[in-house]
């Protein structure tokens, strides 16, 4: 009897979720969204997940060209991350996000993010000596914690010399020792992790740094997945890393927070130590947990965006003989100028690698480490003839942006001369925008120019690269751009 009863309850269940499915998603695509509300137009698609599945895993190229060809080439409508979503894409978007965020947006984070950089969770209190400067608010979203790093975000003059032997250092140990032929992206991650590990932890055991990679690796993987937390997940792998990381992110604070009162107040440079030192001088406190955010954050941001853009200019620097010899004859010339005189790099070396820089950002504008940045309408307002009510998602899509036609002609071209010439280029403003634009424009890029730029730096004057694979495929799924095989290369040390 109760089987019977089981099973035709289970029949319901299936049934009415048929039903409701069905109907869901025939109410949503039936009535697209350019209703009397004057929405953008655009499809809800599937009930609950909507869209969410072909955004993140569909190139950007064929998700929001072929839709911006459909609805409307500036604005249009989807359903992602279980949120309407109304998609800006282009130079009027751009500008628009960028003079009206705080004003008209707010920031916003997809469930997964939040969820991984625990941005829900109110602030660890009480907090002692509170500082004017931080926000009181109880949640406090992770990258406004970031931003409290910004004095770091523009390495001094000093630290350009440091990055530079760093970066020669560690050339030196991995390349030039182990092997010819290296697998470039998950070499630069471990390069880029290892570097803002020393820079922001004053972490020297570098092997200690390269342990954490993997970790890195999922808990980046998770940022842009669907929050499905169970055994098998992305989700669920990303979350497990937070939390191991958080483990032993703990674990290096303690160890360094021992270390510096048994040092008769001994104070190092870097952003960890100077964190400790207000703590135990009382000076400015931040509760130990936040240190632990902070520095999870900022090690997420720094490490894979760099490491994008080297493995993407390594890429060309390979297949192109052209560019390869431009780059070097700049290159060649300032290792010149410091050779045997042992001048050290400073930020004047870095300002006149001005061919190398456009290369890196060509390399940007077809590869956008950052696909796009999502924010929610503070009040309804109007954009491109469409209403955008109030509390409606918006995905910025940089890279796509980064790619009409209009102002890059032949968009999958690649081609430096693009940003070439008195400031670097002649393209108008907000139709390049690979580090945002704004009041939340990127903190850190002065820190990636400086990283990217003295990695290729080492890199051209003691190696020349061979791509193995030159048609090797570009994964884009959950919005990271991947050489599927890790872009190996061969490595001919230079006389
Ligand atoms: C080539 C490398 C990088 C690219 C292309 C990039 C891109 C971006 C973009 C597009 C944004 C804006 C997001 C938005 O509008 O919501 C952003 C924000 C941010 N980035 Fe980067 N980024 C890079 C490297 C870095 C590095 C190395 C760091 C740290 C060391 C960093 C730290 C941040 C922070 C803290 C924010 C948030 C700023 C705020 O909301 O006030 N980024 N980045």
Same mark, same amino acid.
């Given at each position: 009897?109760?089987?019977?009863?089981?099973?035709?309850?289970?029949? !319901?269940?299936?049934? !009415?979720?048929?039903?409701?499915?069905?109907?869901?998603?025939?109410?949503?695509?039936?009535k697209n969204y350019s209703n009397s509300k004057n929405l953008p137009p655009?499809?809800?698609?599937?009930?609950?997940?909507?869209?969410?599945?072909?955004?993140?895993?569909?190139?950007?190229?064929?998700?929001?060209?072929?839709?911006?060809?459909? *609805?409307?080439?500036?604005?249009?409508m989807?359903?992602?991350?279980?949120?309407?979503?109304?998609?800006?894409?282009?130079?009027?978007?751009?500008?628009?996000?960028?003079?009206?965020?705080?004003?008209?947006?707010?920031?916003?984070?997809?469930?997964?993010?939040?969820?991984?950089?625990?941005? %829900? &969770?109110? %602030?660890?209190?009480?907090?002692?000596?509170?500082?004017?400067?931080?926000?009181?608010?109880?949640?406090?979203?992770?990258?406004?914690? !970031?931003?409290?790093?910004?004095?770091?975000? &523009?390495?001094?003059?000093? *630290?350009?010399?440091?990055?530079?032997?760093?970066?020669?250092?560690?050339? &030196?140990? *991995?390349?030039?020792?182990?092997?010819?032929?290296?697998?470039?992206?998950?070499?630069?991650?471990?390069?880029?992790?290892?570097?803002?590990? %020393?820079?922001?932890?004053?972490?020297?055991?570098?092997? &200690?740094?390269?342990?954490?990679?993997?970790?890195?690796?999922?808990?980046?993987?998770?940022?842009?997945?669907?929050?499905? #937390?169970?055994?098998?997940?992305?989700?669920?792998?990303?979350?497990?890393?937070?939390?191991?990381?958080?483990?032993?992110?703990?674990?290096?604070?303690?160890?360094?927070?021992?270390?510096?009162?048994? #040092?008769?107040?001994?104070?190092?440079?870097?952003?960890?130590?100077?964190?400790?030192?207000?703590?135990?001088?009382?000076?400015?406190?931040?509760?130990?947990?936040?240190?632990?955010?902070?520095?999870?954050?900022?090690?997420?941001?720094?490490?894979?965006?760099?490491?994008?853009?080297?493995?993407?200019?390594?890429?060309?620097?390979?297949?192109?003989?052209?560019?390869?010899?431009?780059?070097?004859?700049?290159?060649?010339?300032?290792?010149?100028?410091?050779?045997?005189?042992?001048?050290?790099?400073?930020?004047?070396?870095?300002?006149?690698?001005?061919?190398?820089?456009?290369?890196?950002?060509?390399?940007?504008?077809?590869?956008?480490?950052?696909?796009?940045?999502?924010?929610?309408?503070?009040?309804?307002?109007?954009?491109?003839?469409?209403t955008?009510?109030?509390?409606?998602?918006?995905?910025?899509?940089?890279?796509?942006?980064?790619?009409?036609?209009? *102002?890059?002609?032949?968009?999958?071209?690649?081609?430096?001369?693009?940003?070439?010439?008195?400031?670097?280029?002649?393209?108008?403003?907000?139709?390049?925008?690979?580090?945002?634009?704004?009041?939340?424009?990127?903190?850190?890029?002065?820190?990636?120019?400086?990283?990217?730029?003295?990695?290729?730096?080492?890199?051209? %004057?003691?190696?020349?690269?061979?791509?193995?694979?030159?048609?090797?495929?570009?994964?884009?799924?959950?919005?990271?751009?991947?050489?599927?095989?890790?872009?190996?290369?061969?490595?001919?040390?230079?006389?």
């Open positions: 009897m109760s089987i019977s009863m089981d099973l035709i309850f289970q029949s !319901l269940s299936l049934l !009415l979720f048929i039903l409701f499915a069905t109907s869901t998603y025939f109410l949503f695509n039936h655009g499809s809800a698609g599937w009930p609950i997940i909507g869209e969410t599945i072909e955004f993140l895993y569909e190139t950007p190229e064929n998700f929001i060209n072929h839709r911006t060809k459909k *609805y409307s080439s500036q604005v249009f989807t359903n992602i991350f279980r949120r309407p979503t109304a998609i800006f894409s282009g130079p009027a978007g751009s500008k628009f996000i960028s003079s009206n965020d705080q004003k008209l947006l707010k920031v916003w984070y997809p469930p997964s993010q939040r969820s991984l950089f625990q941005m %829900n &969770r109110p %602030n660890p209190t009480p907090t002692p000596t509170p500082s004017p400067s931080q926000p009181s608010p109880a949640t406090q979203p992770q990258p406004k914690t !970031l931003t409290s790093a910004s004095g770091f975000l &523009r390495p001094e003059a000093r *630290y350009v010399a440091k990055f530079d032997s760093f970066t020669k250092s560690f050339l &030196r140990s *991995y390349l030039e020792a182990k092997q010819e032929v290296v697998e470039v992206y998950p070499f630069a991650k471990t390069f880029t992790l290892t570097l803002a590990c %020393n820079y922001f932890m004053g972490l020297e055991d570098s092997e &200690r740094a390269e342990n954490l990679v993997g970790k890195f690796d999922d808990l980046a993987m998770g940022i842009h997945s669907m929050d499905l #937390n169970f055994p098998g997940t992305i989700f669920h792998r990303a979350s497990k890393a937070a939390a191991e990381l958080r483990k032993e992110l703990g674990i290096f604070i303690e160890e360094k927070r021992v270390k510096m009162s048994s #040092n008769n107040g001994v104070v190092k440079e870097d952003l960890l130590s100077q964190l400790i030192a207000g703590n135990q001088s009382g000076r400015k406190f931040t509760p130990p947990e936040k240190i632990v955010e902070t520095m999870l954050g900022l090690l997420t941001a720094s490490y894979s965006s760099a490491a994008t853009v080297i493995t993407f200019m390594v890429k060309h620097i390979g297949e192109r003989p052209d560019i390869y010899q431009k780059i070097l004859s700049e290159q060649s010339e300032i290792w010149s100028t410091r050779e045997g005189s042992d001048e050290e790099i400073g930020w004047e070396h870095i300002y006149r690698m001005k061919y190398t820089w456009a290369v890196a950002c060509e390399t940007m504008r077809l590869v956008a480490p950052l696909q796009g940045a999502f924010r929610e309408a503070i009040t309804d307002f109007t954009f491109a003839g469409f955008i009510p109030k509390g409606c998602k918006i995905y910025w899509a940089v890279n796509m942006t980064n790619k009409n036609p209009e *102002y890059f002609p032949d968009p999958k071209r690649f081609d430096p001369s693009r940003f070439e010439g008195e400031h670097g280029g002649s393209h108008p403003p907000y139709s390049f925008i690979p580090f945002g634009g704004g009041p939340r424009m990127c903190t850190g890029r002065d820190y990636a120019r400086l990283v990217i730029l003295t990695f290729i730096h080492n890199l051209v %004057n003691k190696f020349k690269c061979q791509v193995l694979y030159p048609s090797e495929k570009i994964l884009s799924s959950l919005m990271m751009p991947t050489p599927a095989q890790g872009l190996p290369v061969r490595l001919h040390p230079l006389p």
